[in-house]
């Protein structure tokens, strides 16, 4: 029997047991990884794996991570077109092996074709169910949380995909740790408010309660990124907010111009260094309402505004405007959480986070979410 006639094709639809995780519109047919961490799952008892996958970019490629019983095996560059990938081969036929596709790049809001979908599989085996964790965790933030800087030399500065990982990244390490399955809402320079350079656009929460709205270009808008997200299918038990490090930043930046309107935009600075306190109540103002806006969403999730790794300017705020919405609603299941300081020990690539400062905040975030999570 020769290679081919031993695999067996099959679309990801008509898969037995596969198991997706990230946001997506439900599709399989094919399946479409948006976010960072994004994943399709499977137990496979075979000797020989591989998925079909199609790519396509203009300025930034997608990579992903092959993970096989959640250990990183494989880390690679997706050119464009639609092709086969090895997943595994020569393998024990009979052991079952728990394989993870985790998309490792986040979604390029500024490359209108950014793309990766998987349409099928092709084995020699068979597939297993695979179980749901005990927990569901969503994690959200900005490069940070994209894992910006977890790859590459300390002295790398190019903005490239090829130095985020959603591998080496708190929020997988965070997870696995605490037995959880997870979700990732991040874009790297975004904030609550504004971004990094104070465009007032370039926030999460506008684009929250979509599936992944802040991707352009018709091809994704024919996807339906834009269509409201199924927050009943998906409830998490904690929702990890890292935001505000672009927020603090744009107060360090110069004005931001719109281009339409000819408006700026600018988190003002006094002379004396001190922030504006009009900018500082505008900034508290909208971490209040995204508070509202998780809670309406994650009914029964603990909300964690986790902040840190780059420094706390920011902190003051934070505190005041969550505690302004507890005052406000009621609500007792939101709380602060100071992540550790990133070091020239822990930094990575574009001065940003390397994998030890992830590590480490990953350590100090789960002791403290084991004391929230249900037992």
């Known amino acids: 029997m020769t290679t ?25 047919a094919p399946l479409t990884l ?3 961490g994004s994943a399709v799952e499977f137990n496979v008892q075979g000797s020989e794996l591989w998925i079909e996958v199609e790519a396509d970019y203009e300025v930034y490629e997608p990579w992903i991570s092959i993970l096989i019983n959640s250990v990183p095996v494989s880390r690679q560059m997706l050119t464009a077109g639609r092709y086969w990938i090895c997943v595994f081969r ?58 910006e800087g977890t790859v590459g030399a300390k002295a790398e500065e190019d903005w490239i995909p090829a130095w985020f990982s959603a591998t080496y990244n708190y929020t997988a390490m965070t997870a696995e740790a605490l037995n959880a399955d997870y979700r990732v809402i991040s874009q790297s320079g975004w904030g609550v408010l504004t971004s990094w350079d104070n465009n007032p656009h370039c926030n999460i929460p506008r684009y929250y309660e979509q599936v992944c709205g802040m ?99 920011m902190m003051p ?18 709380s602060v959480f100071q992540l550790p300081n990133t070091t020239a020990e822990t930094v990575g690539s574009r001065t940003h986070p390397g994998v030890l400062a992830h590590e480490r905040a990953a350590q100090a975030l789960t002791g403290y979410l084991h004391e929230i999570l249900p037992r």
């Open 215 to 313: 991707l352009t270009g018709e091809r994704n808008e024919a996807l339906g990124v834009h269509t409201a997200n199924a927050f009943e299918d998906w409830q998490p038990d904690v929702v990890v907010v890292n935001l505000g490090t672009n927020d603090g930043g744009a107060f360090q930046s110069p004005a931001w111009r719109d281009e339409a309107t000819g408006e700026t935009h600018k988190q003002r600075l006094h002379e004396d260094g001190t922030y504006n306190e009009e900018d500082l109540a505008a900034f508290e103002e909208a971490v209040e309402r995204f508070l509202g806006t998780l809670r309406k969403n994650n009914k029964k999730a603990h909300i964690v505004w986790a902040y840190g790794m780059l420094g706390i300017p």
């Open 317 to 334: 705020s934070i505190h005041r405007a969550v505690s302004s919405y507890m005052r406000k609603t009621g609500d007792r299941r939101v």
């Open 4 to 28: 081919q006639e031993r695999l067996k094709t099959q679309p990801l639809s008509a898969v037995a047991h596969v198991k997706v995780h990230g946001r997506t519109t439900g599709a399989l």
């Open 34 to 36: 948006f976010w960072t």
């Open 90 to 147: 020569g393998m024990n036929e009979n052991a079952i092996k728990n394989v993870r596709v985790v998309k490792e790049v986040q979604a390029m809001s500024e490359d209108p074709a950014c793309l990766l979908q998987i349409h099928a599989v092709k084995g020699d085996g068979e597939f297993l169910p695979v179980a749901d964790k005990p927990y569901k965790m969503e994690f959200i933030g900005d490069s940070i949380t994209s894992g």
